[in-house]
């Protein structure tokens, strides 16, 4: 048995369709939301998926888990990236404040304008990578921290896979 990647519920016979440009193995109830995608034959030896270096065929249905054959996640460019800190405002106000500067200061010695600061400290925009590397290198901090690792997620089915559900939540409920 298989989990339907959008509602979650087994189903024994998935339906692979393609919805908003993702190919989902759903349940027949799930499959009207999208259309059905016709299945390549296992021979071939398609890479549309396949982000590792040995050039190897990767089957579509394993790269988004439900296959039910392997629990572990193919590794991509995301996990190597760093992610911005959820606390970056107040981090960056209050070494700011340490360094005894007002917002106006730090503006002119970093090059930037006041009022990227201001948005920067009520967590109103995030700061580019430029921004990020003169606001860390100034004021001696760190905004950002290793990518999200799959321990840190909570939910998902009992067989450690997640479907849309897991993630999505519903404007009506």
Not at 108 to 135: G, M, T
Request: net charge negative; with cysteine; aromatic share 4%.
């Amino acid at each position: 048995m298989v989990q339907c990647e959008m509602c979650g519920a087994e189903t024994s016979s998935p339906t692979t369709v393609e919805i908003e440009g993702a190919e989902l193995d759903v349940c027949d109830d799930c499959a009207d939301f999208g259309t059905e995608v016709k299945q390549q034959s296992t021979g071939s030896a398609s890479t549309k998926y396949s982000t590792d270096s040995s050039g190897g065929s990767s089957d579509s249905s394993s790269a988004g888990g439900a296959s039910g054959s392997s629990n572990t996640r193919r590794h991509d460019m995301f996990d190597d990236m760093e992610e911005v800190v959820q606390d970056y405002d107040e981090r960056i106000r209050d070494a700011r404040e340490a360094a005894g500067l007002s917002q106006k200061e730090l503006a002119q010695e970093l090059n930037e304008k006041a009022s990227l600061i201001r948005k920067l400290e009520r967590a109103a925009s995030l700061p580019s990578d430029s921004v990020q590397s003169k606001l860390e290198r100034k004021l001696d901090i760190t905004l950002t921290e290793g990518g999200v690792s799959d321990t840190e997620w909570e939910g998902g089915a009992s067989t450690g896979e997640y479907t849309l559900g897991d993630v999505v939540q519903r404007k009506d409920s």
